[in-house]
């Protein structure tokens, strides 16, 4: 039977350390959270792997790099209000609530929501809000936020995220075409001005809504 500690601190050292991800603070919530649980107990074998895995729904669980990867890129020290675009598996909030105070997630699946809740509430991680709704409007009722991290490739950046960002925020989002886009970190300056950096390519599923892609 695999042993999932000896998988994850693999993961970690080989994944995430190996491909330069250096913030001690996401290191950690890599290796504390258990990721063999946000995926089907068939595909358990393979949770630690350095690819995404299928969730249901035509979405999926992103290599633990790109969570690492990501989670990094929003800069966080702790106690920032999170939210995130795209709960899926809720592997994703599950790090990030390893370091904010409070993470909100928006999930247009309600299947996924509600999969993804049990499993959060089972590990323990309590600070996290997950609302069913279009993801392209953001969570404005609870805005504004520190940092806001997208999960789907979108053709480009809603402006409803960056009207809920906080002055120093930071929103990290790929964006492009269908299969192929750029990570990006938008950092808002001041009220009105924001500053935008390509970090990487990468491969998200679309991000679906009215701000967003029309369909899949």
């Not at 795209?86 to 105070?101: K, W």
């Amino acid at each position: 039977m695999l042993d999932f500690s000896i998988a994850r601190r693999q993961m970690v050292e080989r994944q995430i350390k190996g491909r330069g991800v250096s913030d001690p603070l996401v290191i950690k919530a890599m290796q504390r959270i258990p990721r063999h649980l946000f995926v089907e107990e068939a595909l358990q074998s393979q949770a630690y792997s350095d690819f995404p895995l299928p969730i249901g729904e035509k979405q999926t669980i992103s290599q633990p790099f790109m969570v690492a990867f990501m989670t990094q890129a929003l800069a966080l020290k702790g106690g920032e209000r999170v939210l995130e675009i795209g709960t899926g598996s809720g592997y994703q909030a599950a790090v990030l609530d390893q370091i904010a105070s409070r993470v909100y997630s928006v999930e247009r699946f309600a299947s996924l929501a509600r999969r993804a809740r049990r499993i959060l509430d089972g590990i323990g991680q309590n600070n996290i809000n997950i609302k069913v709704t279009d993801g392209t409007f953001g969570w404005e009722e609870e805005a504004p936020f520190d940092a806001i991290i997208v999960t789907a490739g979108a053709p480009s950046i809603p402006t409803r995220y960056l009207d809920q960002l906080v002055v120093g925020g930071r929103l990290v989002i790929p964006v492009g075409e269908f299969g192929s886009q750029i990570l990006k970190r938008v950092t808002r300056t001041a009220a009105k001005e924001y500053h935008e950096e390509n970090l990487l390519d990468c491969r998200f599923v679309p991000l679906v809504g009215k701000f967003g892609w029309e369909k899949e």
